[in-house]
């Protein structure tokens, strides 16, 4: 299956973003189980559209202190879009009609040749079409779209305005070998320096691949051990004056990379450990079910003793204490010590976040760990397991149905969890377990 499409959602504050988004969304919003320790702004859902899922993204919950932040801001948000989206809905008020604020962002979205689609928020009363309506057309957008997010009208022509502009569904054949690692983390832990360590002494081949990269810093790279696509979060945070947006606006970016990648690098620094940032990061990679590998850098700068690596691991573990699948490795941007091994670990994680269990041997494993440990009773029922099956990979993920969803625990869960991975490995990547009580369907 090809990528799935983005459209991103700009506009001034208070014009109705997130309110439209949500109704985009409707029932759809992809609600992941919340795991402790890891915050997240609800910025992207997915939703689907004439059979085609796609992915929404909502600069909506950023707003600048002043008004003469409020260029910056919006510049900012259509740059985010620009960067990473397939098509990029403009948001206007019909009651304020076109401001200088949506010119400027207009002009420079018209620069950017990206797909736009124009909707005109606020239209919420039915009959005559209100006469400032027609003051859009200015923006040189098009023919702008009447909506209403709070009624719900108009959406369905915006989705189909949308998607006019989704790429075409390819089966990504000649691509299937080529591995998107995204390199997250908070600034200043190597990001750059890791990418630039990899692309200056290893590379075979390193090209700009036209058409293919979205951001200016995608890097195309070969070796004998596969091929790469780098997507660096690093250089993606250009300076603002909003100071106190940077972060906000650096999560956005790295959630972007998250949800292009196949593989995430989460970057540490040795002489930090894990940090409530680090967390939240690692966090957008193991709600997206991305295959990970833990990075620790500037490994070169620790004092060491023989307890140290060991040490710094079980920390790293408690730190990051939902994802335990993630290998963990140390190395040193800067000195290129064990930069070299990075690439077998994300061949395999990526191999592993890719792996499909025959029906039949899930079904073994699950007789197996029912009968090694019994399921949970709650008030004279017990838990009956009647059949487990795989629907999808990156993450793996499994349908399991049940007598009674109430009396599946999450600790039982958990243990399945476990049991799947010391079976089959499953190394580095997150797994889905979904429950169904029987009578229910199992499309998801």
């Known amino acids: 299956m090809g990528r799935k499409p983005l459209i991103a959602i700009v506009g001034r504050p208070n014009v109705g973003k997130s ?5 985009l969304a409707g029932q759809r919003i992809s609600i992941v189980e ?34 003469n932040e409020l260029l910056l801001f919006m510049r900012e948000q259509a740059r985010i879009a620009i960067d990473t989206a397939d098509v990029i809905v403009l948001v206007t008020d019909i009651r304020t009609g076109v401001t200088a604020a949506d010119m400027d962002v207009a002009n420079m979205l018209l620069k950017s040749k990206k797909n736009v689609v124009l909707a005109v928020n606020k239209m919420d009363s039915v ?10 057309y200015n923006l040189g957008l098009g023919e702008p779209i009447a909506v209403s997010a709070v009624h719900g009208h108009g959406t369905g022509d915006l989705l189909d305005a949308c998607f006019a502009y989704f790429p075409p569904e ?21 990001k750059s320096s890791l990418v630039n360590r990899i692309l200056g002494e290893e ?17 195309y790279f070969e070796n004998d051990r596969g091929k790469y696509l780098f997507i660096d979060t690093a250089g993606l945070r250009r300076k603002s004056k909003v100071e106190d947006r940077v972060e906000k606006f650096s999560t956005m970016r790295s959630q972007a990379a998250v949800e292009r990648s196949d593989v995430c690098l989460l970057m540490l620094d040795a002489r930090d450990g894990v940090t409530e940032q680090d967390t939240k990061v690692a966090g957008l990679a193991h709600e997206a079910g991305k295959a990970c ?3 620790v850098n500037k490994w070169d700068l620790v004092d060491k003793d023989t307890k140290t690596m060991d040490k710094q691991r079980e920390d790293i573990r408690k730190g990051l204490v939902f994802m335990p699948y993630a290998p963990i490795v140390f190395i040193s941007a800067l000195t290129g010590q064990r930069v070299g091994r990075l690439f077998e670990l994300i061949n395999y994680v990526n191999d592993q976040s890719a792996m499909r269990i025959p029906t039949g041997t ?10 090694r440990v019994q399921p949970p009773t709650d008030k004279g029922r017990r838990l009956k397991l009647y059949y487990m099956t795989q629907t999808g990979v990156r993450p793996p993920t499994f349908i399991i149905f049940c007598n009674d969803r109430e009396l599946f625990h999450f600790s039982y869960q958990r243990y399945l969890e476990n049991q799947l991975r010391s079976v089959f490995g499953l190394e580095g990547t997150p797994i889905r377990l979904i429950v169904r009580q029987r009578g229910e369907s199992a499309d998801l």
């Open 170 to 190: 390819e089966e990504d054949e000649e691509e299937s070998d080529l591995i998107k690692v995204a390199v997250i983390g908070r600034p200043n832990v190597g």
């Open 127 to 136: 009959g005559p079409v209100d006469p400032d309506y027609y003051e859009f």
């Open 203 to 219: 590379r075979v081949i390193v090209s700009d691949m036209a058409g293919t990269t979205r951001d200016a810093v995608d890097a």
């Open 19 to 23: 309110l439209l988004f949500n109704k």
């Open 362 to 371: 899930l079904n073994s494993l699950l007789g197996d760990a029912v009968a």
């Open 34 to 67: 919340d795991t402790p320790g890891v915050t997240r702004d609800r910025l992207y859902a997915d939703a689907e559209w004439r059979g085609r899922t796609f992915t929404m993204v909502d600069t909506g919950g950023i707003e600048p202190n002043t008004d």
């Open 293 to 295: 590998i833990i990075v």
